[in-house]
């Protein structure tokens, strides 16, 4: 499946505690002029369409019930998410 949404994450210690948290930043591919960083920040650069942009965020920490413990695991979260957000909606309508 060509996915139309790509997305930005990280996973890792990012608590002041050390426990792993995931974040990450779905966005429209089309919508996509560049990613960079500088020391600070990484950061998605997108291109309005009129005045407005279409985006999402996802976070996971490892501590909630079912929790994601690592990047790979992590990763295919993205990607679910990612194939979710290209998939269109279907809706189908039944008389009986």
Known sequence: MNRSWGYLGYFGAQTL????LGTALF????????ITEDSLNHLVVLRP???SVSYAFGAAWQEEPDGIRDGRMFQQYCDRVARELSAPIVVRIRNN
Do not use: M, N
């Open 49 to 51: 369409k009129g005045k």
């Open 27 to 34: 966005f429209r591919r089309s919508d996509l002029v560049e």
């Open 17 to 20: 505690t050390g426990d792993s």
